[in-house]
């Protein structure tokens, strides 16, 4: 069984593989700005991608992307403001949520782009 850390740190893993493998290059992890946090940065041609991995191992509290809280939606976008202004990115950005299910016998992975 997985603690909690583990789920979310393999859950990451597997979300920067998608990325990767769509042509993403991930060019920071667990990126913080004071007690904000973003998850995974990527960027793809003149874009810069703001991701929010949710994990579960079940569905019966619902959908991992449902726990995107709007406080937490409000802290992801202070930390990206923080990275814009210390990169001086010109470029466009987006911010999106990576929603993974692992359960014993399957692994689901859905990308919602420009979900927040």
């Given at each position: 069984?997985?603690?909690?850390t ?21 060019i920071?992890r ?8 973003i ?16 994990t ?61």
């Amino acid at each position: 069984m997985l603690t909690t850390t583990q789920l979310g740190q393999k859950g990451e893993e597997r979300a920067a593989y998608l990325l990767q493998s769509k042509g993403y290059e991930v060019i920071r992890r667990n990126y913080r700005a004071g007690r904000a946090e973003i998850d995974l940065i990527a960027q793809k041609d003149n874009w810069i991608v703001f991701v929010e991995v949710k994990t579960r191992t079940n569905l019966s509290y619902g959908f991992p992307e449902a726990f995107v809280s709007p406080k937490k939606i409000g802290l992801i976008r202070k930390a990206a403001d923080q990275f814009v202004y210390e990169t001086n990115w010109r470029g466009n950005i987006r911010f999106d949520v990576i929603a993974i299910t692992i359960t014993r016998t399957k692994t689901e992975v859905e990308h919602f782009e420009d979900a927040m």
